[in-house]
């Protein structure tokens, strides 16, 4: 019998079924989450630059609309398959009923490498796959996002594909777009800088001074640099960072500001003079208040977990903690930030800009970064209370406040009898 534990779409199936269970929901909730209300399969054709046809398969997944409109990114993926989307679709209800976000779960992608397509190629596929889902998508129906081998060029032609058929700009449609289309601003860093709001939040709930914190910063792209700017701007001492090739560390703190023109300058880490070299496996292990793992998944396992000597981890990537090592830093009392939470500021400023373009009013990035920090700071003081009342990780405790919120939408509306 083939192994259904690595299953993504069994495991948000458990979490789902635990988080009922442990609240003392109706049956009934669990029934209706535990599948998409919707799956989509499509056929992409679109002819490349040889002039021959190519056929991909394409996906969407709307999971549940009990709180809104369904919501979630578009990957490009060799490796992207239904039960895969269908996963990703529940952790964004999750996600969004977190955040209080008046949005359901959705995904979507096409199962293709993007490396071996030219730009046209992408373009044509982009507006082909908009063509075979317009019909099921909208600004009140489900509004895709950049995901995987995605980005606000390819959002751009989505939009204009979907505007043309729909006779109409329809710029509300998708999220993460360019700025001058009704993109939002502060939407590039809004992922480093959730991530910092929502461990200084966490931080505040067990007595930490974020702003004395010492700080190390696994994975030093989008996520991390920002987390680690936003962290020094705020005065915690940076102590760490790391990249695919290596890390830094001084003991004293890295200038962040000065490191980023080090890295603008020389495309790498590597070499940079004020600090020394260490490997990823020992920054992930130094004596800091607080670890940021922003860069790969399974960064932290049942190997490693009993060294870690953060008092926080706060996760930027996409499961950087194995399921195995998050039990074990739970009994060490080492908080985790979960994912779902942790790398949230990205759908929260996608909602910001949703709200500017049903609006046609725009928002100056300080009035973006405010909401967000509200955002944040209070899903982060919501999980904290379900942890303390019932005794569980804060990733447990994500899914049972997103479960009881979806649960009472559910009710009222009368899906629950």
């Known amino acids: 019998m083939a192994d259904t534990s690595l299953n993504p779409y069994v495991r948000a199936q458990q979490s789902f079924k635990e988080a009922v269970e442990t609240l003392g929901l109706e049956p009934a909730v669990y029934e209706i989450l535990k599948q998409p209300m919707r799956t989509f399969e499509v056929a992409v054709p679109f002819i490349r630059d040889d002039g021959n046809l190519q056929v991909f398969t394409g996906y969407r997944v709307q999971h549940n609309d009990a709180l809104g409109p369904t919501k979630g990114g578009l990957r490009f993926h060799p490796n992207v398959n239904l039960d895969e989307v269908k996963a990703l679709a529940m952790w964004m209800t999750v996600k969004c009923a977190l955040l209080e976000l008046p949005y359901g779960g959705g995904k979507g992608g096409i199962a293709c490498d993007v490396d071996q397509l030219s730009e ?9 796959y908009i063509r075979a889902i317009n019909l099921v998508i909208g600004p009140d129906k489900d509004i895709p996002a950049p995901d995987v081998s995605t980005n606000p060029q390819i959002m751009a032609w ?108 020389h495309r790498a880490l590597k070499g940079y003079p004020k600090a020394e070299p260490i490997s990823n496996q020992e920054l992930l292990e130094l004596p800091v208040d607080i670890l940021f793992p922003a860069a790969l998944e399974n960064q932290i396992t049942a190997d490693n977990a009993k060294n870690i000597r953060a008092k926080i981890v706060g996760e930027g990537a996409n499961g950087p903690t194995t399921p195995e090592a998050d039990a074990i830093l739970f009994d060490k009392g080492v908080m985790v930030v979960p994912d779902v939470l942790g790398n949230a500021g990205g759908v929260t400023v996608s909602y910001f800009e949703w709200v500017q373009n049903q609006t046609r009013f725009y928002w100056s990035e300080e009035e973006v970064n405010h909401r967000l920090e509200e955002y944040m700071s209070r899903a982060m003081a919501e999980m904290h209370r379900m942890h303390e009342r019932y005794g569980v990780t804060l990733r447990k405790a994500a899914y049972l406040v997103a479960t009881e919120r979806v649960a009472s939408a559910m009710r009222v509306r009368g899906w629950l009898k």
């Open 120 to 128: 046209r190629e992408i373009e044509r596929l982009s507006r082909e």
């Open 158 to 265: 989505m939009v204009d594909e979907y505007s043309r058929i729909r006779g109409e700009n329809t710029f509300g449609l998708i999220t993460g777009k360019p700025l001058v289309i009704g993109g939002s601003r502060g939407r590039v860093e809004a992922t480093g800088r959730g991530l910092v709001f929502a461990t200084r939040q966490l931080a505040k709930e067990l007595g930490i001074e974020f702003e004395k914190a010492r700080v190390a910063v696994q994975g030093f792209g989008n996520v991390g640099s920002v987390a680690a700017a936003i962290s020094h701007e705020l005065g915690a001492t940076v102590v760490a960072v790391s990249d695919k090739d290596g890390g830094l560390y001084n003991a004293g703190g890295i200038n962040i500001p000065d490191l980023l023109e080090y890295k603008r300058t």
